[in-house]
């Protein structure tokens, strides 16, 4: 170390020598002007944001407030919705928190539930003139659409937001229908808990996926979300509470999923649980060949010693196929906690095997394999970041990651709306694994959207709207596509009718959440009604709520 740059040393009496000489030449600075000095500098991180806001403010002028949150709609999620979605979560893991804490949920349920039948017997007072529907906002929930009869039909505001009770001895969990899957899997986890099926988005409800459909890449064993469930209770058109199950009102029960509300509102569900382990050691296997791809993921899909099974497909020919168990015990050096903030995007990060055409075993802590498509919402999230996945912004901003889907609903805006219409596409068809093939070349050739959603789940010969052809539980498969269309000339409404079409040819099913452009007579023909229309005669629906046809298709949603 040089001397200048020692304790003491020349360069900082220099200094000194120099400040002093200053002094006595010029006198010393007054004290107002020092603290004006001490202040600006204090001041210019300040002065540093609304230069900048102030730039952004003239960027946004000169080009059109519409313009920006069409094409760089990125400035807007990531200057307000990002911080607004931290601020939404914050709250309401607070409040869950102190709701449990304090156990006023139970308490406090039943005389929601008394309130929310005094609003259906006061729509009936006041001559039923209207159909019913939730009061909750249409923004609010996670399907892409947001309903127009919310502004026509009488709204019953439903607050039910809290787990009610963890039953061990039955290995039971009772929860309000507006309990979402990022709630329920922090309360359980800890306990040692968890629930068969857990759709991948934390803020999907579980009202959402009963009266909608819920799926994960453990369905190959348990089915869809709602045959995890063994009770609902409702209340009917008639203002009464009515519970239901396999053994009881077993009808009611059967013809609840898929109804969208149109049978009664929900006010609590009972679902399964199954104990926790801390680890889910996953296996990444890159197949090549639309054949072989198609192959190696219905012999997976049939192994119950796998506890998950999930594929990507990341082209007409190439896919990772991904195959996991639950354990308690992993290697150390091969656990990768992808759920952190800083992680990569978990599809960018299985792209990895494919693209050096090797294999790969990680454990993958439960939770965070539970949610592991939350961070980039499938791969939504690098339309409107892309640059999303950039290491320094994972570092930097990760925390603040995924926006809320329902504040992106809630700003989209009329243009966007449009242009997502016209140009995007949200879908997932549930068809019989025996047609996968045929299935992924139709995706292909109608849309073209890549990566692609892989996965198996049985579907059991149950009474209601979805059930296999045949007598007997058949293994099925959801095909999710999310994304731009790569297909020349795509047309939203004719590529999605002729999907439509071909997934009714094969016996599939199409989700509720999204687009549906099918008539009343294709949607019929697509699921059976029977068991629900009886219901809907036999409990005095048919003045109470619209049909279910009436709320999903693409003429009631905006």
């Not at 949150?69 to 807007?76: A, D, E, K, S, T």
């Not at 073209?448 to 059991?460: A, D, E, K, Q, S």
């Amino acid at each position: 170390m040089g001397r200048g740059w020692g304790v003491g040393g020349g360069r900082k009496g220099g200094a000194g020598r120099r400040a002093r000489e200053r002094r006595a030449r010029y006198g010393r600075v007054p004290a107002a002007v020092r603290e004006r000095v001490r202040a600006a500098v204090a001041m210019s991180p300040v002065w540093s944001l609304g230069a900048g806001l102030l730039l952004l403010l003239l960027w946004v002028r000169h080009r059109g407030l519409e313009a920006v949150l069409v094409h760089h709609r990125w400035v807007f999620v990531c200057l307000f919705l990002l911080p607004l979605s931290i601020l939404f979560d914050v709250y309401y893991q607070l409040r869950a928190w102190a709701v449990w804490r304090l156990h006023s949920a139970p308490r406090q349920h039943a005389q929601r539930v008394r309130h929310i039948q005094a609003q259906v017997r006061e729509w009936k007072n006041e001559g039923s003139k209207r159909y019913m529907c939730t009061g909750r906002p249409g923004w609010l929930t996670v399907s892409l659409r947001v309903g127009k009869y919310k502004k026509t039909h009488k709204n019953i505001m439903i607050n039910l937001m809290d787990i009610l009770e963890v039953d061990k001895e039955r290995q039971v969990v009772r929860v309000e229908p507006l309990v979402t899957m990022g709630q329920l899997t922090a309360h359980l986890n800890p306990m040692g808990w968890t629930i068969p099926v857990v759709p991948e988005l934390d803020d999907l409800t579980v009202g959402g996926l009963i009266m909608g459909t819920g799926i994960e890449s453990s369905s190959h064993i348990y089915g869809l979300f709602q045959h995890t469930c063994v009770a609902y209770e409702l209340v009917l058109a008639d203002g009464s509470l009515v519970r239901c199950s396999p053994t009881e009102n077993s009808d009611l029960f059967y013809a609840v999923p898929w109804s969208c509300g149109t049978l009664g509102f929900l006010v609590a569900a009972e679902i399964k649980m199954i104990p926790a382990k801390k680890y889910v050691k996953i296996h990444y296997e890159p197949v090549r060949g639309l054949q072989k791809i198609c192959e190696k993921f219905t012999e997976e899909s049939k192994k119950k010693e796998n506890s998950f099974v999930e594929g990507l497909v990341y082209s007409l020919e190439e896919a990772v196929i991904m195959t996991g168990v639950l354990t308690d015990e992993a290697e150390q050096s091969k656990i990768n906690r992808i759920g952190n903030y800083y992680k990569p995007w978990f599809f960018k990060h299985v792209e990895k095997y494919l693209k050096a055409d090797r294999t790969g075993v990680e454990y993958i802590p439960s939770r965070h394999y539970y949610h592991r498509h939350t961070r980039s919402i499938f791969w939504e999230l690098q339309d409107i970041i892309p640059f999303g996945n950039n290491p320094v912004f994972r570092y930097l901003f990760g925390w603040m990651v995924p926006p809320k889907i329902s504040l992106l609903k809630l700003t989209q805006g009329e243009a966007i709306r449009k242009l997502y219409e016209q140009h995007h596409v949200v879908q997932d068809m549930l068809v019989p694994m025996k047609s996968l093939e045929k299935s992924i070349q139709t995706f292909h050739a109608d849309l073209n959207v890549y990566p692609l959603w892989l996965c198996p789940f049985l579907l059991p010969n149950n009474p209601g709207m979805v059930h296999p052809k045949g007598d007997e539980t058949e293994l099925y498969v959801d095909i999710g596509a999310y994304g731009e269309p790569k297909r020349k000339q795509f047309e939203a409404r004719a590529s999605m009718r002729q999907m439509e079409k071909f997934v009714r040819s094969v016996h599939g099913f199409q989700m509720l959440y999204a687009d549906c452009y099918m008539t009343r007579e294709e949607f019929w023909d697509m699921f059976d009604g029977s068991l629900y229309h009886k219901l809907r005669e036999q409990m005095n629906c048919k003045d109470a709520f619209p049909e279910v046809y009436d709320k999903i298709c693409k003429a009631a949603r905006h």
